[in-house]
């Protein structure tokens, strides 16, 4: 029923973590991995398993693009390689999606230390920049769990379960994006076609997020460039969404 996606980049240890916790949730017919540079893995013989071994490394975009093209399943989960499940999220999730009409759902996303990180966001606007950059204020949702679900305007790249006809429609990621606001375009192209976002409350995994953008000057050039091209390719042009933030199953 779900196809989960994950890149390595010389992850080891932590990708197999995930591959074994993946496994062992029910409804996951698909897992395929790319390997995004050469490494060597004790992978599990299990025959949901696909291996991609990439000549050159590729972005973000491109790597779960290709991994889509691999996909059978009704469901495609890009997923990154620091996300820890515990409990399956999975049923919650695709139960939210089939009663929500969404073309994807998310979980809420818990940083180790257990609170809610900063994955669930409004779009990025000119003065949102400006008054952090002046203020180091930042406009955040507040959550309120007593509710099932939450529309939001993008979720992040970290998890994110769509419907493979709704991913197929938008085209997959754009991949003008090698790493970063891949995730904020694609929830901009889903609301503008119509396909609502959602996040369900009522469950939760834990991201050890690397921040790579905070302390490698690559991935910090990779964030400016995507963040220019975001800009210009959504100048004004950003869609209203239709829902209030909050709603209940």
């Given at each position: 029923m779900i196809a989960i996606s994950i890149i390595s980049h010389g992850h080891g240890l932590m990708v197999s973590r995930l591959l074994e916790s993946v496994l062992a949730c029910s409804?996951?017919?698909?897992?395929?991995?790319?390997?995004?540079?050469?490494?060597?893995?004790?992978?599990?013989?299990?025959?949901?398993?696909?291996?991609?071994?990439?000549?050159?490394?590729?972005?973000?975009?491109?790597?779960?693009?290709?991994?889509f093209r691999l996909c059978t399943q009704p469901f495609f989960c890009p997923l990154n390689p620091d996300i820890r499940i515990g409990q399956s999220p999975f049923p919650q999730l695709l139960s939210t999606i089939r009663d929500t009409g969404s073309a994807l759902a998310a979980p809420l996303i818990f940083s180790p230390n257990k609170e809610i990180d900063d994955s669930?966001?409004?779009?990025?606007?000119?003065?949102?920049?400006?008054?952090?950059?002046?203020?180091?204020?930042?406009?955040?949702y507040t959550f309120d769990r007593r509710n099932k679900f939450m529309y939001p305007e993008w979720v992040g790249g970290m998890f994110m379960l769509f419907r493979s006809e709704a991913f197929a429609q938008l085209g997959g990621f754009d991949e003008g994006f090698f790493l970063y606001y891949e995730d904020v375009d694609i929830c901009v192209r889903a609301w503008k076609a119509g396909l609502p976002v959602v996040v369900c409350q009522t469950v939760g995994v834990i991201h050890d997020a690397r921040r790579e953008s905070h302390r490698n000057l690559r991935h910090f050039c990779w964030h400016l460039t995507?963040?220019?091209?975001?800009?210009?390719?959504?100048?004004?042009?950003?869609?209203?969404?239709?829902?209030?933030?909050?709603?209940?199953?």
């Open positions: 409804g996951i017919s698909q897992v395929i991995l790319t390997l995004n540079i050469p490494e060597r893995l004790e992978l599990s013989s299990d025959p949901r398993l696909l291996v991609i071994r990439n000549g050159r490394s590729k972005g973000f975009s491109a790597n779960h693009n290709s991994a669930v966001r409004h779009f990025p606007r000119v003065r949102m920049l400006l008054l952090k950059v002046l203020t180091g204020r930042v406009e955040r995507s963040m220019f091209r975001y800009f210009f390719k959504h100048w004004w042009r950003l869609p209203k969404v239709p829902f209030s933030s909050f709603g209940e199953i």
